[in-house]
């Protein structure tokens, strides 16, 4: 009973420690979102699927920068003309700490973070408008760790395309689902090592 007990501690501790590993400086984070609904804010917004893979490095502790790319599509109903979507730029995140002011985690294994983003992108209507410029966007997100080095991620965020085109700005807000695999820097380069 004694070393059931002292093993169910020393997993707790171990996972609990475990969500403060991934995002300490040096390491990396690369993932992507796998579905995202759109509820367009514009006229003629809707549903939209895409994919967004990222890639970001821990400069500091719970500070990443890095980059993105979005490619996706949307289609308001049947027989409606299609809207391409295309972006890239570069994106920060910042994971807040257990204990921050007025921070509560929900899950011991997980982390709250703010995301933002500036790039070039644009969207394309079949047929319709189409703006292309100034690609940005903000908003907060929940990973939470399945594993030492894997977390599922939810993620609200607004976007906006500022530029040229049909219409002058086109906004959204999406919630995203996804993941993302934290690697310290030298798993990294022996993954590398590995494929060479």
């Not at 080095?149 to 530029?163: D, F, P, Q, R, S």
């Given at each position: 009973?004694?070393?059931?007990?002292?093993?169910?501690?020393?997993?707790?501790?171990?996972?609990?420690?475990?969500?403060?590993?991934?995002i300490?400086?040096g390491n990396?984070?690369?993932?992507?979102?796998?579905?995202?609904?759109?509820?367009?804010?514009?006229?003629?917004?809707?549903y939209n699927?895409?994919?967004?893979p990222?890639?970001a490095?821990?400069?500091?502790d719970?500070?990443?920068?890095?980059?993105?790319?979005?490619?996706?599509?949307n289609?308001?109903?049947?027989?409606?003309?299609?809207?391409?979507?295309?972006k890239?730029?570069?994106?920060?995140?910042?994971?807040?700490?257990?204990g921050e002011?007025?921070?509560?985690?929900?899950?011991?294994h997980?982390?709250?973070?703010?995301?933002?983003?500036?790039?070039?992108?644009?969207?394309?209507?079949?047929?319709g408008?189409s703006t292309?410029?100034?690609?940005?966007?903000?908003?907060?997100?929940?990973?939470?760790?399945?594993?030492?080095?894997?977390?599922?991620?939810?993620?609200?965020?607004?976007n906006?395309?500022?530029?040229?085109?049909?219409?002058?700005?086109?906004?959204?807000?999406?919630?995203?689902?996804?993941?993302?695999i934290?690697?310290?820097?030298?798993?990294?380069?022996?993954?590398?090592?590995?494929?060479?």
């Amino acid at each position: 009973m004694k070393k059931l007990i002292l093993t169910g501690i020393i997993a707790v501790a171990g996972l609990t420690t475990t969500a403060n590993a991934q995002i300490q400086k040096g390491n990396w984070m690369v993932g992507s979102s796998i579905v995202a609904s759109n509820f367009g804010l514009n006229t003629g917004g809707g549903y939209n699927i895409s994919l967004q893979p990222k890639a970001a490095y821990f400069i500091e502790d719970n500070v990443a920068v890095g980059g993105y790319v979005d490619l996706g599509f949307n289609k308001v109903a049947k027989g409606s003309p299609t809207n391409f979507v295309y972006k890239v730029g570069a994106l920060g995140r910042y994971y807040v700490s257990p204990g921050e002011k007025g921070v509560d985690n929900l899950l011991n294994h997980g982390r709250w973070f703010f995301e933002g983003n500036v790039g070039v992108g644009g969207t394309s209507t079949e047929g319709g408008n189409s703006t292309t410029g100034l690609d940005f966007g903000a908003g907060p997100g929940y990973s939470y760790f399945i594993t030492p080095n894997i977390g599922v991620e939810g993620l609200v965020k607004y976007n906006g395309v500022a530029g040229f085109g049909n219409e002058g700005l086109t906004s959204t807000l999406t919630f995203n689902v996804g993941f993302s695999i934290y690697l310290p820097t030298s798993k990294g380069k022996q993954v590398i090592n590995d494929v060479k």
